[in-house]
């Protein structure tokens, strides 16, 4: 790969992790600079001119930690209140996840998901992150704390935002 595309590929990647945590290009290509061993952007471009390109490696290790930005904010959430919300979506549209079930409801043109120690909400102003709830701490039981699921979750979240504005729009 030459050095453009390998600078091509980092401010690509920098793009996505940027749009995925809400931060500015500037600070993401700034932090993968940063996990390639350079202060700044700006040093990890003129370097590059020098004929420095990234390894295999390097670019895996970058494109690991922009994979691993999940695009929602996770909070602790009452068990009370979890439970009241599962209670609430009885008679919300119910799926399957692999093998976790689901509730899924637009609710005030909020779209809320919802699963046993787990919800998503997604809030009706577009340019806010979706809420991820949990009962329990990252303890490698709740599906939301797996990428891939969560990945799918939000997917399904989108779609229904997107029908109801259509609907009401």
Known sequence: MTE???????????????RA??????????LLAG???????????STSKKDWIPSPEQMASVEAIVEGALPADFQAGHPAAMAHRLAYL????????GDHPYR??????????VGD???ITVPENPGAR???????????????FE?????????????HKRQSVDFVG
């Open 104 to 113: 899924l409801q637009v609710a005030l043109h909020d779209v809320i998901m």
């Open 147 to 159: 990428l891939e699921f969560l990945q799918k979750a939000l997917s399904l979240v989108s779609v």
């Open 90 to 97: 009885d008679n919300a549209e119910h799926g399957m996840i």
């Open 35 to 45: 996990e390639l061993g350079f202060v700044s952007w700006t040093k990890l471009v």
């Open 130 to 144: 979706p809420i991820v709830q949990t009962v329990t701490e990252n303890d490698g039981k709740c599906p939301v």
């Open 4 to 18: 453009a595309n390998k600078l091509s590929s980092l401010r690509r990647l920098a793009k996505r992790y940027a």
């Open 21 to 30: 945590n809400r931060v500015s290009l500037h600070q993401a290509l700034d």
């Open 117 to 119: 120690g787990w919800s």
